[in-house]
């Protein structure tokens, strides 16, 4: 089972857009998944009381990472690195448990022309410093804004061929970690 997450909670985000997308991908390959949108998450659980909160007010969210072989992140870049929302999600996490042999895929979003370069490698040292076990065929997508036609539909064919072929492989990769 893999838990897609959805890197921000902006409205009308193009990372939501893909992110949708990937689900549809999994869904086809007949990969068993799920999809977790920072948007759904009460925005009570980013006070700071939640860190030291139990339950987590995000338990039902931790509870399917818990269950979940995979995790694959579809998120933007903000400011050079991923979201506020993101990186303040992966702070309530349990840890070990959320992190240690489990494992983690990163596909990157952007308007402009580095794809979200640096947010793909500030959540890659996050996971990693987490122990986390990164998957290393990211993929980023650069100018997304342009690869949407007005009926929404996604025109980005060698696009699309990377994140098959990267979600194919994240799915082999999870069942050989996890079968060890
Ligand atoms: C607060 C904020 C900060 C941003 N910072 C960056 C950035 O550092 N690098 C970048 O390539 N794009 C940046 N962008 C533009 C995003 O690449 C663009 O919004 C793109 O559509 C992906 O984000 P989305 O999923 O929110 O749509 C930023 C957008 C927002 C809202």
């Not at 995790?71 to 506020?84: D, I, K, L």
Request: with cysteine; hydrophobic share 45%.
């Amino acid at each position: 089972m893999i838990e897609i997450i959805i890197g921000t909670s902006r409205p009308g985000a193009y990372s939501r857009k893909v992110g949708t997308m990937v689900f549809e991908i999994y869904k086809a390959l007949g990969i068993e998944v799920g999809l977790i949108d920072l948007k759904d998450v009460p925005l009570e659980a980013f006070s700071g009381d939640s860190i030291n909160a139990r339950p987590l007010p995000i338990q039902s969210f931790a509870d399917r990472i818990l269950k979940a072989d995979g995790v694959h992140f579809v998120t933007p870049e903000y400011n050079g690195g991923v979201p506020g929302v993101l990186k303040f999600f992966i702070d309530l996490l349990p840890f070990p448990e959320a992190f240690q042999n489990r494992c983690f895929a990163i596909t990157s979003v952007s308007a402009g022309m580095w794809a979200g370069i640096r947010a793909a490698g500030h959540l890659e040292d996050v996971v990693t410093y987490k122990e986390g076990i990164i998957f290393n065929q990211k993929v980023m997508i650069g100018g997304v804004v342009s690869l949407f036609d007005e009926k929404d539909n996604f025109t980005g064919e060698k696009e699309k061929e990377r994140l098959e072929k990267q979600i194919k492989g994240f799915g082999e990769f999870v069942k050989k970690i996890r079968s060890i």
